[in-house]
């Protein structure tokens, strides 16, 4: 039984995660930047009689997390999932809504591991999850600022395992492609976006690119809970794990060849040329 601390828990792949780990009978501290959002986790846990604990924490706010996570003995696990979606044209995208996109995204996660490492590494265990993305391998259009924060959360945890992997730390990503949760009522769009042309062009690649890797429906997000699940509690999970058929063709079409004859494979694939 592991103590399990997620953040970003109130819906999507963090309140399943939460709720499959305890079903698993860890103890869960699912954690929110506003805790009344956890009532309908909260219930679902007692109803179940689950050992899920919902504290508040904000990502954002140093002082919250250190709060949030208290004694890091206490903890065998953190799960970074709290993050949201920055959409823009790369021109749209000004400092300050930038900074918000990295600083929940990139410095949220640094926060927390910062907390934990230092003890953890003196008593010689602990497991990072951090919840990136297939942007985090392929960038976009019109997803820059996003892709922006998750490559950067992929530099930060691959550094990181090279840095505490001897230490008895372990640390993995886990990769989503297109799922079926509530993270796109979420995204933040720059006030120049609605009627532009660039809005325009987005809804026409979203459009084109809703049948990669499947029918066309989005996959369960239960999919990524259980990776995440994995990678929490198997120590022979490993360090990258895409999830969905989407992420593994596109990160499997990109790396298997040059930059210029992917993106003409994308290109006709979608038949995305204006």
């Given amino acids: 039984m592991a103590n399990i601390l997620i953040t970003g828990s ?3 792949f963090g309140r399943l995660a939460a709720l499959t780990l305890a079903r698993e009978g860890h103890r869960v501290v699912a954690t929110m930047r506003t805790p009344a959002k956890g009532d309908a986790l909260r ?9 899920v604990e919902i504290r508040r924490l ?18 065998d696990v953190v799960v970074n999932n709290a993050g949201f979606e ?23 996660p640094l926060r927390t591991m910062r907390a934990v ?17 297939i942007a985090g391998r392929v960038g976009s259009p019109y997803a820059g600022a996003y892709s922006a924060s ?22 993995h990503l886990i990769e989503p492609g297109r799922f079926a949760t509530g993270f796109h009522a979420n995204i933040v769009r720059p006030g120049s976006w609605e009627g532009s042309d660039q809005q325009q062009r987005a809804l026409a690649f979203r459009e084109a690119s809703t049948g990669i890797g499947g029918d ?33 063709l596109i990160d499997g079409l990109k790396t ?10 994308i290109r006709t694939s979608l038949n995305w040329h204006d």
């Fill in 10 to 12: 109130n819906s999507g």
């Fill in 43 to 51: 219930g679902e846990a007692a109803a179940e009689g689950l050992d």
């Fill in 58 to 75: 904000d990502v954002t706010d140093p002082a919250s997390v250190l709060e949030a996570i208290g004694d890091p003995l206490d903890l």
């Fill in 86 to 108: 920055v959409e823009a044209a790369i021109e749209q995208v000004d400092d300050d809504l930038m900074w918000r996109q990295i600083d929940t995204n990139v410095m949220g």
């Fill in 117 to 133: 490492i230092p003890a953890w590494r003196e008593r010689g265990s602990g497991v990072i999850v951090n919840v990136s993305s």
């Fill in 150 to 171: 998750k490559y950067a959360l992929e530099a930060m945890s691959e550094s990181l395992h090279f840095e505490v992997g001897q230490m008895g730390i372990r640390v």
């Fill in 216 to 248: 066309g429906d989005p996959a369960d997000p239960q999919d990524v809970a259980d990776a995440i699940a994995r990678a929490a509690t198997d120590p022979e999970a490993p360090f990258r794990t895409l999830v969905g058929a989407d992420a593994e």
């Fill in 256 to 265: 298997s060849m040059p930059f210029e004859d992917f993106e003409s494979t």
